[in-house]
């Protein structure tokens, strides 16, 4: 599979996922101090969900970038 399709595909299963993916980091920790300790195995989920969508979007551009090269 090509990596861009592959990428596409994951990000776009995080959209899709019961457990939200927070956009930013601002809205996990907002999440986080809103929650007073309750829901942990959802933050959890959230903070899982979220550094893998860091992590695709890190592989794109790096990926995009050794193709303008």
Partial sequence: MEINKYIKTELAKLDRGIVATPKDRNYL?????????????????????????????????EHEQESII
């Fill in 29 to 61: 920790e907002s999440f986080a101090k809103a929650n007073n300790g309750s829901m942990d195995i959802l933050l959890m989920q959230m903070a899982i969900n979220f550094g893998y969508k860091i992590a695709l979007e890190n592989l794109q551009i």
